[in-house]
């Protein structure tokens, strides 16, 4: 596939088509129908570009060949949450692709790429949202509830809404597609106290 729109739109739906939830059956089909359309523009390169790249390329999830062929297409660099993290959002960087804010609009859903750097620790939080994570490259220690454990790429992790979520990004650094449904307000998103924290990070 040689067009970087349809190589971005079929890597963006390779994860959505792997997760069994109705929500991510729509949000890909919302994907294939506006986003050809809304996505076909070339973007600034972000900060991290080599270190991005670079996870791409040493990647053997199937969406990763796609996003590197595409990669001057993504809208790196605008966060809806960035008023809550504060000075954490020095740490990672979001791609945001679906939302009431667009570029491919959609008054109830969202999803993006998620980047963090390597070793960093992004603490305890939470949002109304339901969200499924999907790793594309590298690995993290991640927290979902009670559950924490070693995630690589390949590996899709649901947080059903309000339940605390955390990770640390392994050396080479953590790339992930996100999705959100529900209740996709931002003004919910909240950094939790964290008693992990100084163990984990």
């Known amino acids: 596939m040689s067009d970087p729109v349809q190589c971005l739109i079929a890597a963006l739906a390779t994860p959505l088509d792997a997760e069994d939830r109705p929500e991510a059956a729509r949000t890909a089909l919302i994907l294939r129908e506006m986003g050809p359309q809304q996505l076909a523009v ?5 900060e991290d570009t080599i270190a991005i790249r670079t996870l ?11 996003l590197l062929d595409s990669f001057d297409l993504l809208p790196w660099g605008a966060n809806p949450v960035a008023a809550q993290v504060g000075g954490l959002g ?3 960087l979001v791609c945001t692709l679906m939302g009431p804010e667009g570029p491919v609009p959609c008054a109830d859903l969202r999803m993006g790429l998620y980047y963090q750097r390597p070793d960093t620790y992004y603490g305890l939080h939470n949002h109304d949202a339901d969200e499924t994570y999907t790793i594309l490259a590298g690995s993290a220690l991640w927290t979902a509830g009670e559950d924490i454990r070693q995630r690589f790429a ?42 992990l924290a100084m163990q984990i990070a």
């Open 154 to 195: 390949g590996e899709q992790i649901h947080h059903r809404s309000r339940m605390p979520h955390a990770f640390r990004a392994g050396p080479e650094g953590l790339l992930a597609f996100w999705r959100w449904s529900g209740d996709v307000n931002t003004h919910s998103y909240v950094m939790l106290d964290d008693p």
């Open 90 to 92: 020095s740490m990672y």
């Open 42 to 46: 070339s973007q600034p390169a972000p």
């Open 56 to 66: 791409l390329a040493n990647s053997d999830h199937p969406a990763a060949r796609g």
